[in-house]
């Protein structure tokens, strides 16, 4: 029940922090940020340049809000969000990763303060729900797994508080709508752990995806987000790589300079078999200098001469270069890997190298993301 909860929590990761950071939040008694539009202004500032990965840029704009807003949780709030962008993705034991949860713990700190005051209050929940989220995820990632229990637990508490203040604000359809769907969808998932769901509130994936869009559409501070997620979803799950597109390439207009958002948006295009539209950017990612971005180009290459241009070859050599670009990098490479290993399956079949293509596709399927890989390696390893 604990580990459930723990990966409940670790998928809500992003999700608050364009809204926590930009609600009323009371810094200090007397002081509310929609009541100071001088520094909320900064502070959307700030969070575009964040997101748009100029990160010097956001730091002279998170310094600002920390002068204007001192006892405030929104500056080292921000400080994480612009590592982690920066950093992305982000790896343990590095200085970046301990000045993210240095930052994350100060911001705890404060929003402690405010829900002493007041356990409800809606943006303190939110705060605190977006804080134990993410240590619970980087404490898991860490091998600490009583501490990421812990705060998985702390994160689902606040989550149920705020499932009675969808009423308050468009922004509270993301946080709803996240949870709707992935409450259907990780036993779907991961089936051994059906029999432990019970202890969570019911979901409902239809609704979940209709709230996640309309938080995409009407939302003001959720809507990255809430694009971002879509997108996984219709990739990951649903299968519809074309309605994954509407989301990604919203993004990638919006943030031009997010390499992130770049290769999600060429994940779809290719799912899509809209091949002509990836070449550049896959030409831009493989001489990327950060190993995952590079990786990733390298991934979809070898998609792009299996599937574009049949050139299995190339294809080959693009696959197996990208798990040696990929053999050092933690879990957030595994969905790539598992494309990976997927694709040399699939050449293999074509060349009737059977006991290959098992092999294969026994490593795709212990890292895939998308549930149309699993049926894949799962359909070929019970009949071959």
Known sequence: MLYVLQQMSTQMKYWVFFFITLTSIPAWPQQKL?????????????????????????????????????HHPVAPM????????????????????RKLIGNLQISLERTKTYLKDDPNDMEAVFFAMAIHSWLAQFYDEDGQTLKALG???????????????????????????????YRVQYPESNPVYKPFVWV????????????????????????????MYLSHIYLRYEDQPTKAMQYTEGLVKRFPKNTFFKIINVEALLAAEQYAKTYTTIQALVGDKKDFYRMSGEVFYGIYMEKHLNDMEKAQSWYQKSLLTGQELGARADNKKSLAY????????????????????RNALKLAQYDKVKDEA???LRDS
Not at 46 to 66: M, P
Not at 163 to 177: A, H, I, N, Q, R
């Open 200 to 227: 969570f509130r019911d979901g409902d994936k239809k609704l979940g995806l209709a709230q996640l869009d309309r938080a995409s559409r009407e939302a003001v501070f959720t809507r990255a987000e809430a694009s």
């Open 151 to 181: 705060a998985a637990k702390k994160a689902y508490h606040f989550m149920k508080i705020g499932f009675d203040m969808l009423d308050k604000s468009p922004e509270f359809y993301f946080s709803t709508g996240l949870y709707n769907y």
């Open 34 to 70: 929609l009541e100071q539009p001088a520094t909320l202004e900064i502070v959307k500032k700030g969070l575009y340049c964040i997101y748009n990965t100029e990160s010097s840029q956001a730091e002279r704009y998170i310094k600002q809000v920390e002068q204007l807003m001192p």
């Open 378 to 380: 799962k359909s070929y």
């Open 78 to 97: 921000m400080k994480a969000l612009n590592i982690n962008w920066s950093a992305n993705p982000i790896e343990p034991e590095t200085a970046d990763f």
């Open 342 to 361: 997927a694709g040399l399956a699939r050449i293999a079949v074509s060349r009737g190298k059977i006991d290959e293509a098992r092999d294969y596709y």
